[in-house]
């Protein structure tokens, strides 16, 4: 976006961008859009994975079948459901400043659909973890 000098003034004023600039500004907030998305289907499969393995061997340890291990499977399950909620954060962090610029660089200011999606995933994750946590 290109910037001229007012005449009278001497200050700044700001060009509207031309179509082609607008159009990837729009690609660039799009590809971070799926970008997110693709981090929010990662942790939900590592949340939800880990999750299930906590609950079978819970079921297997009702059933009396206990081995010893040097990682439980509660332990292992909690893991991944934080490398999960981990991974979600980062995501999100790098979906926040990658908009950041983009709306600094081109006035381009949209609400992410993927970030309520990603807020939401987070509090099931938050939710999986605790319920791992607090049944121990």
């Not at 983009?102 to 509090?123: D, H, K, N, P, W």
Request: include cysteine.
């Amino acid at each position: 976006m290109e910037q001229t000098s007012s005449p009278d003034s001497g200050s700044p004023v700001a060009q509207r961008p031309d179509a082609a600039t607008r159009l990837a500004a729009d690609r660039n907030w799009l590809a971070d859009e799926r970008t997110l998305m693709a981090w929010i289907r990662t942790a939900t499969s590592l949340i939800s994975f880990g999750f299930t393995i906590y609950k079978f061997f819970e079921f297997e340890a009702g059933q009396g079948l206990r081995a010893n291990r040097l990682l439980s499977p509660r332990v292992f399950g909690m893991i991944m459901i934080g490398t999960g909620l981990a991974a979600l954060l980062l995501g999100a962090i790098d979906h926040r400043r990658s908009t950041r610029l983009l709306c600094e660089e081109f006035g381009v200011s949209r609400r992410s659909t993927a970030a309520i999606v990603a807020a939401i995933v987070s509090v099931m994750g938050l939710l999986a973890l605790a319920s791992a946590l607090l049944k121990g």
